[in-house]
């Protein structure tokens, strides 16, 4: 069975800031991997995605994941957050054409204005 | 479209009562599946459904657990009886094959936070 790890539970950064959240998936098969993102009292949304082609992925809002094949990562990063980037960031792995993910337990990111 | 619609939005119960949350999946979705919340396990796939059919059950934690979808617009997960450690909340999602591999992945409904005291 996969499972996911993201090494921080909580990140504080200050806007303009660069961010990067780590997720690590234990999984030797082909993969499909997810961002979600969950603002404050609402339910969760998808960032990005990747399931095969080019390894940087571009999502929304300026946010982008790198997928590394030999370090079994798909870390999260953008290169200036804002106030309104204060959410809870779920990574989420599903595992050859199954597209049921399995999610991390989350990185609370807060930025202060 | 609405999105998914999820039933209660809070949810205040007494030990031992039976609670009942509701989900009613985005028109033409065929996958539908029960998400629980909790501050110590994170986000924990509970069970989905598949044409109606209960396809993943194994993370059901207890017996006290069940979960049915008896047409493609509307399902439920059943607590009975309740237990303070139930306390959490429960989100519904859905999304067809062909929504999976495209960009709006799964669609989640704004959950219903439970309170089992």
């Known amino acids: 069975a996969q499972s996911v790890s993201q090494h921080n539970h909580h990140v504080i950064l200050s806007e303009a800031a660069s961010l990067e959240l780590g997720c690590n998936y234990s999984?030797?098969?082909?993969?499909?991997l997810f961002w979600y993102v969950q603002y404050p009292g609402q339910h969760l949304q998808l960032l990005l995605k990747?399931?095969?082609?080019?390894?940087l992925v571009k999502g929304i809002k300026g946010f982008e994941a790198e997928f590394i094949k030999s370090k079994f990562s798909f870390n999260l990063r953008k290169p200036s957050v804002q106030w309104s980037d204060t959410a809870e960031y779920f990574c989420?792995?599903?595992?050859?054409?199954?597209?049921?993910?399995?999610f991390g337990r989350g990185t609370s990111l807060i930025v202060h204005p | 479209d609405a999105g998914v619609i999820q039933s209660p939005r809070h949810e205040v119960t007494e030990m031992g009562q039976e609670v009942t949350l509701r989900c009613k999946p985005i028109?033409?979705?065929?996958?539908l599946f029960w998400y629980r919340q909790t501050m110590m396990r994170g986000l924990e796939l509970l069970i989905y459904?598949?044409?109606?059919?209960?396809?993943?059950d194994s993370g059901m934690p207890e017996d006290r657990f069940s979960a049915k979808m008896p047409n493609a617009s509307f399902s439920t997960l059943k607590i009975q009886p309740s237990e303070p450690r139930d306390s959490a909340v429960y989100f519904c999602?859905?999304?067809?094959?062909?929504?999976?591999?495209?960009?709006?992945?799964?669609?989640f409904g704004s959950g219903t936070r439970l309170t089992v005291v």
């Open positions: 990747y399931f095969s082609g080019d390894p």
């Open positions: 028109s033409g979705h065929d996958y």
């Open positions: 999984y030797g098969g082909t993969v499909n």
């Open positions: 459904f598949n044409n109606n059919v209960p396809i993943d």
């Open positions: 989420a792995v599903a595992s050859g054409g199954s597209y049921i993910p399995t």
């Open positions: 999602a859905s999304t067809s094959r062909q929504g999976a591999t495209s960009n709006y992945g799964y669609t």
